[in-house]
């Protein structure tokens, strides 16, 4: 029986075997069809919206991270994509290309969000510059702290980061302007700390001279036919006079009971006088600075001794000087 039923055992697996290898060639075949006409790739999608085609998934997330989420650039802080693609595997013709690059163009354009960032360093709580980085905004700091440091002054300097998502929000400075900026705004703190006095905005650094005070504002006398209009201050002849502050001479010539006299005008409508000159030095149109010397003390005029008549004048009708000096 064992021997009967052998041969036709054979013959049905031989049978079945040609069956299997037509089956396999049939659809090896196919394959080989399909694959000469189309190539596998895959397809990106992003927030529902198809984008394109991709050969290599792993080469294209490389892609992907370096032209993108690592772009460096002028303030990027951080980038992220705002909807994540999605891939699927696909058959796509070979007369068709992929468009990676593309691809990538439209994910920069319409699905990326860049954070970029500055630096604010403000003094004394009043933003004084913006700049790119961290570190100039150090070196800023340092800068200033080491020039104004035998000074004495209350210079509260901080730093301060801004984010923002809007690039054209950022006006930054070179880091040599933001310090002439910042080295600006110290220096007018310290001739605040410095001055003697303001009036109006006008700076008083500088007292005209050293002497004695022998008649004050306000005062009646014999000499005078009204109150007096300013403030005496006795020294010797020749003594230097100088310019409480910034400004333009006026006037410079000699003026009846005032002898010789020179006229500042400081702007903000201050003006102040020097009085009984025994030399003028400053000129008309002269612009002079708080120290320098613009004539020197005499007697000249309704005087009885060398000394400098000093007024202050605000909008035309004089104050008390030892409202502001001495």
Same mark, same amino acid.
């Given at each position: 029986?064992?021997?009967?039923?052998?041969?036709? #055992?054979?013959?049905?697996?031989?049978? #079945?075997?040609? *069956?299997?290898? &037509?089956?396999?060639?049939?659809?090896?075949?196919?394959?080989?069809?399909?694959? #000469?006409?189309?190539?596998?790739?895959?397809?990106?999608?992003?927030?529902?919206?198809?984008?394109?085609?991709?050969? !290599? =998934?792993?080469? $294209?997330?490389?892609?992907?991270? !370096?032209?993108?989420?690592?772009?460096?650039?002028?303030?990027? @802080?951080?980038?992220?994509?705002?909807?994540?693609?999605?891939?699927?595997?696909?058959?796509?013709?070979?007369?068709?290309?992929?468009?990676?690059?593309?691809?990538?163009?439209?994910?920069?354009?319409?699905?990326?969000?860049?954070?970029?960032?500055?630096?604010?360093?403000?003094?004394?709580?009043?933003?004084? @510059?913006?700049?790119?980085?961290?570190?100039?905004?150090?070196? =800023? *700091?340092?800068? &200033?702290?080491?020039? $104004?440091?035998?000074?004495?002054?209350?210079?509260? =300097?901080?730093?301060?980061?801004?984010?923002?998502?809007?690039?054209?929000?950022?006006?930054?400075?070179?880091?040599?302007? @933001?310090?002439?900026?910042?080295?600006? @705004?110290?220096?007018?703190?310290?001739?605040?700390?410095?001055?003697?006095?303001?009036?109006?905005?006008?700076?008083?650094?500088? =007292?005209?001279?050293?002497?004695?005070?022998?008649?004050?504002?306000?005062?009646?006398?014999?000499?005078?036919?009204?109150?007096?209009?300013?403030?005496?201050?006795?020294?010797?002849?020749?003594?230097?006079?100088?310019?409480?502050?910034?400004?333009?001479?006026?006037?410079?010539?000699?003026?009846?009971?005032?002898?010789?006299?020179?006229?500042?005008?400081?702007?903000?409508? *201050?003006?102040?006088?020097?009085?009984?000159?025994?030399?003028?030095?400053?000129?008309?149109?002269?612009? *002079?600075?708080?120290?320098?010397? #613009?004539?020197?003390?005499?007697?000249?005029?309704?005087?009885?001794?060398?000394?400098?008549?000093?007024?202050?004048?605000?909008?035309?009708?004089?104050?008390?000087?030892?409202?502001?000096?001495?």
């Amino acid at each position: 029986m064992y021997i009967i039923l052998k041969p036709k #055992i054979f013959y049905h697996t031989k049978e #079945i075997a040609k *069956v299997i290898t &037509i089956i396999i060639t049939g659809f090896l075949l196919i394959l080989a069809m399909i694959f #000469i006409k189309y190539k596998p790739v895959y397809e990106v999608t992003v927030a529902g919206e198809k984008l394109g085609y991709i050969k !290599n =998934l792993n080469e $294209f997330q490389n892609l992907l991270q !370096n032209e993108i989420i690592n772009q460096e650039g002028a303030n990027i @802080a951080n980038v992220s994509l705002t909807d994540e693609p999605t891939y699927e595997l696909k058959l796509l013709t070979r007369t068709n290309d992929s468009n990676e690059a593309e691809i990538i163009e439209q994910l920069k354009t319409n699905h990326t969000m860049i954070t970029y960032q500055y630096y604010e360093v403000a003094l004394n709580n009043a933003t004084t @510059a913006y700049v790119d980085t961290l570190e100039e905004a150090e070196e =800023l *700091v340092n800068e &200033i702290k080491t020039e $104004f440091e035998g000074d004495d002054l209350e210079l509260n =300097l901080q730093i301060n980061e801004h984010l923002t998502e809007n690039k054209a929000e950022i006006h930054t400075d070179s880091l040599e302007v @933001a310090e002439t900026t910042v080295q600006t @705004a110290a220096q007018e703190i310290k001739e605040e700390s410095e001055a003697l006095a303001i009036i109006n905005d006008v700076k008083l650094s500088v =007292l005209p001279v050293t002497g004695r005070i022998t008649s004050r504002y306000g005062e009646s006398s014999s000499l005078r036919r009204s109150t007096h209009t300013g403030l005496d201050i006795a020294c010797t002849t020749g003594t230097d006079i100088k310019v409480v502050a910034n400004g333009t001479v006026t006037f410079s010539q000699y003026n009846g009971s005032y002898g010789k006299l020179v006229k500042v005008d400081h702007g903000n409508g *201050v003006e102040t006088w020097y009085g009984h000159c025994s030399k003028l030095y400053a000129e008309v149109g002269d612009e *002079v600075e708080a120290g320098d010397v #613009i004539a020197a003390v005499g007697s000249t005029g309704n005087s009885t001794g060398p000394h400098l008549h000093f007024e202050i004048r605000i909008n035309g009708i004089t104050v008390n000087p030892q409202n502001y000096v001495y």
